[in-house]
């Protein structure tokens, strides 16, 4: 979720230079550094090269996926297991998966990861039980803001429409997560990533309208552009030359700092004249900082919950104070605008 909106400022804040950001930028570099050495290649995990792991997945599927054994399993399989698409195979690595842990744990040796992710306990059909929770939790809490904004911002607003264009753009998101953490298929992971990455796009798109485009509507269409074409070359890389989880971590990470650098600029600028000014910069300190949470990478507390669960679960309340900026820079915009006052 990428920050928000901006009020004006008068003409003695306009006038004077922008504060020193020194400190900012050194935090921002800091926040990619560690980031970009967490990017990791998850084609393939100690657990899945292991020769236990792949002699047992093919001893399964050779016994229990083809003739009468496999229109057996099909039979009793759960209608909602194969409505999401898990298969014969999926159930044999998913079972090996376990038999290798088991004797990774007999041997007092540290738990593996498999195909790129820690062995997590399935629930239902859900792969990622926590993960798929916390993901639903943020696009539930993004519904409701949502509503609470249309309901209270007059359409009026300058921002109105930018903001419930991201606010679908967040939502789509949400729900690719949701059922990325239901189901990895190379569809589902896709598509997560994708749309994360137009969310991370969409704020920069967000932040430009509201500090430059309100005044130079030029420039946000120019930014528009740009990011569309951004956001095209990106998702074409990954797609057609290499899905490489290294770039996307980089990239990603690169433009959620100029997000918060451009943010918390504005918000120090701000700070005298618009009382709601913390709200944003509370928020953008927020995610940027929670985003860490992904980096401490332990193997999952009862089999479900993980560093990533973790970092969602603690997303869903800043969507809350989020919205809260959000209403309360709308309001102010339209105030603004009302009484004629030249908007900054």
Excluded at 157 to 182: G, R
Excluded at 223 to 237: D, E, Q, W
Excluded at 313 to 319: D, G
Aim: aromatic content about 14%; charged content about 10%; overall charge positive.
């Amino acid at each position: 979720m990428p920050l928000r909106s901006l009020p004006r400022a008068n003409s003695t804040t306009m006038a004077s230079p922008l504060p020193p950001c020194t400190a900012v930028i050194y935090s921002a570099l800091a926040i990619v550094a560690l980031l970009l050495l967490s990017a990791t290649a998850v084609n393939a995990s100690q657990g899945d090269k292991e020769p236990v792991y792949q002699d047992c997945v093919t001893q399964c599927v050779r016994t229990n996926c083809t003739g009468a054994r496999l229109r057996g399993f099909q039979s009793t399989q759960a209608p909602y297991m194969a409505l999401t698409g898990w298969t014969c195979r999926d159930d044999c690595r998913y079972q090996c998966m376990w038999q290798t842990v088991g004797l990774y744990q007999a041997e007092g040796y540290s738990i593996p990861q498999f195909h790129g992710k820690w062995p997590f306990a399935r629930f239902l059909c859900f792969e990622e039980p926590a993960s798929a929770l916390a993901s639903l939790l943020n696009g539930l809490a993004c519904l409701l803001m949502l509503l609470r904004y249309r309901s209270s911002v007059p359409r009026q607003s300058p921002m109105y429409y930018t903001i419930t264009a991201f606010s679908l753009v967040s939502l789509n998101a949400w729900f690719w997560s949701t059922v990325f953490h239901t189901r990895d298929t190379y569809l589902t992971e896709k598509m997560d990533y994708f749309c994360a990455s137009a969310v991370i796009l969409y704020s920069i798109y967000l932040c430009c309208v509201r500090t430059l485009g309100l005044k130079r509507p030029g420039v946000s269409s120019m930014v528009g552009v740009l990011l569309i074409l951004a956001f095209t070359s990106h998702v074409s890389y990954l797609t057609f030359v290499s899905f490489d989880y290294g770039y996307n971590m980089a990239a990603n990470a690169t433009i959620g700092i100029v997000n918060l650098l451009w943010w918390l600029c504005w918000c120090w600028q701000n700070r005298r004249t618009l009382p709601y000014w913390w709200k944003c910069g509370v928020v953008v300190v927020l995610l940027h900082g929670l985003a860490l949470l992904e980096l401490l990478d332990f193997p999952p507390l009862f089999w479900v919950l993980d560093a990533h669960a973790v970092w969602h679960l603690s997303t869903v309340p800043v969507h809350f104070l989020f919205y809260s900026f959000l209403i309360d820079d709308s309001l102010h915009l339209l105030n603004t605008e009302k009484t004629g006052v030249k908007l900054e």
